[in-house]
T-cell receptor
Framework: DADVTQTPRNRITKTGKRIMLECSQT?????MYWYRQDPGLGLQLIYY???????NKGEISDGYSVSRQAQAKFSLSLESAIPNQTALYFC????????????FGDGTRLSIL | QQQVKQSPQSLIVQKGGISIINCAYE??????FPWYQQFPGKGPALLIA?????SEKKEGRFTISFNKSAKQFSLHIMDSQPGDSATYFC????????????FGKGTRLSVIA
């Protein structure tokens, strides 16, 4: 089983729809992150969470929201999807106690028509 | 403002040759510098990392060279193989696991026979 599981792996939806991407981890890490990947732009940070009660905006948070439901679960929502949010989305975890660097899931490919 | 600049965007190397990817950073508070490798359909995976107290770190065919005064670091892949064909990202953070990684925009490496 994967340490960091993202669901769904692929999603096609229409403009204006609400979408939730989910991430769960079995690594026991305290910190979780959502990144967006676009060709030629690398990985851009959307939101991150240091623990269940801590949520922080990243460099491109507009149009997105997150929820840390438990230490192991971190979801990303697009309240009203727009075509320029078409991208690959990655969840990652890290652990501040053991200094474990970020470990990524295999991503969700999101297409908004 | 791009805090980590990576070059080149793409690289083609003959099998058995040396692949070199360069990165430069701006924030002198960064003290953890990993390289991630990404294959199509997969999330980035940690390849090798260095801290600024050493100038070089080697793991198998992969070497990171670090120049603290120039605020630059590079990845060298010796005896490059077709299986090394992937996208490589440099990154930087304050501590390993403590703060979000700031990524370069990536280098697509193709190793041809």
């Amino acid at each position: 089983d994967a340490d960091v599981t993202q669901t769904p792996r692929n999603r096609i939806t229409k403009t204006g729809k609400r979408i939730m991407l989910e991430c769960s981890q079995t690594k026991g890490h305290d910190r979780m992150y959502w990144y967006r990947q676009d060709p030629g732009l690398g990985l851009q940070l959307i939101y991150y969470s240091f623990d269940v009660k801590d949520i922080n905006k990243g460099e491109i948070s507009d149009g997105y929201s997150v929820s840390r439901q438990a230490q192991a679960k971190f979801s990303l929502s697009l309240e009203s999807a727009i075509p320029n949010q078409t991208a690959l989305y990655f969840c990652a975890t890290s652990d501040s106690w053991t200094e474990q660097p970020q470990h990524f899931g295999d991503g969700t490919r999101l297409s908004i028509l | 403002q791009q805090q980590v600049k990576q070059s080149p965007q793409s690289l083609i190397v003959q099998k058995g040759g040396i692949s070199i990817i360069n990165c430069a950073y701006e924030n002198t508070a960064f003290d953890y510098f990993p390289w991630y490798q990404q294959f199509p359909g997969k999330g980035p995976a940690l390849l090798i990392a260095i801290r600024p107290d050493v100038s070089e770190k080697k793991e198998g065919r992969f070497t990171i060279s670090f120049n603290k005064s120039a605020k630059q670091f590079s990845l060298h892949i010796m005896d490059s193989q077709p299986g090394d064909s992937a996208t490589y990202f440099c990154a930087a953070s304050i501590g390993a696991g403590n703060t979000p990684l700031v990524f370069g925009k990536g280098t697509r490496l193709s190793v041809i026979a």
